[in-house]
């Protein structure tokens, strides 16, 4: 399995941007996608998920409400639109693919990673 995460950039407090995970290498309807981040000197924590076969997607508090994770079917792509950007989402946004939940141990797969800075 390879996951490719991009879209990531530089944005003002407030705006917005569209970030995706493209999934390659094997069917994935058993598994969850997540989105995590990592920001400088902290813990990479959970942002959302959902279930590839589909159901109920989750969203971190400190996201709820602005941002939104979808899928492509036929791309096999996952996103995350993050509207309303906040300086403290500024990190390296990972997709991942595995088990579901809230922590990263859960998770088998994972993309490289993109960054997104917002500026005030």
């Known amino acids: 399995v390879q996951l490719q995460a991009f879209g990531g950039g530089l944005v003002q407090a407030g705006g917005s941007l569209r970030l995706s995970c493209a999934a390659s290498?094997?069917?994935?309807?058993?598994?969850?996608m997540a989105w995590f981040r990592q920001a400088p000197g902290k813990e990479r924590e959970f942002v959302a998920r959902f279930r590839w076969s589909g159901g109920t997607t989750y969203y971190a508090d400190s996201v709820k409400g602005r941002f939104t994770i979808s899928r492509d079917n036929a791309k096999n792509s996952v996103h995350l639109q993050m509207n309303s950007l906040k300086p403290e989402d500024t990190a390296v946004y990972f997709c991942?693919?595995?088990?579901?939940?809230?922590?990263?141990?859960?998770?088998?797969?994972w993309g490289q990673g993109t960054l997104v800075t917002v500026s005030s």
């Open positions: 290498g094997r069917t994935f309807s058993t598994y969850t």
């Open positions: 991942a693919m595995g088990g579901g939940g809230y922590y990263v141990e859960r998770y088998r797969y």
